[in-house]
Nanobody, 119 residues
Framework: QVQLVESGGGLVQAGGSLRLSCAAS????????MGWFRQAPGKEREFVAV????????GYADSVKGRFTISRDNAKNTVYLQMRSLKPEDTAVYYC????????????WGQGTQVTVSS
């Protein structure tokens, strides 16, 4: 099993920045990619960003590209999401997730961390 714990959420004014962290433990060698997702109240969960452990290839949703940066520290088994130029529409619970090599869906999920952006 893989355990994921997010941290770094909070309240920030529009235009500000936050950095989220996701610490992975357990059978981390089984994970291939790490992703960030978010869900606002009354809205469907949406993809935010993804990174591959080996090589560090990344991908982003169009809504955050150019503002958010995903990165990883392999030695610490930690993934980060640096968020800049935050907008009120970024307000959501942000979830960290991990996917194994041979699966389509994400296999492990964190508990989520709240990000609130005030206008």
């Amino acid at each position: 099993q893989v355990q994921l714990v997010e941290s770094g959420g909070g309240l920030v004014q529009a235009g500000g920045s936050l950095r989220l962290s996701c610490a992975a433990s357990g059978r981390t060698s089984d994970t291939y990619t790490m992703g960030w997702f978010r869900q606002a109240p009354g809205k469907e969960r949406e993809f935010v960003a993804v990174i591959v452990w080996s090589g560090g290839a990344t991908g982003y949703a169009d809504s955050v590209k150019g503002r958010f940066t995903i990165s990883r520290d392999n030695a610490k088994n930690t993934v980060y999401l640096q968020m800049r130029s935050l907008k009120p529409e970024d307000t959501a619970v942000y979830y960290c997730a991990a996917r194994r090599r041979a699966t389509t869906n994400y296999d492990y999920w964190g508990q989520g961390t709240q990000v609130t952006v005030s206008s």
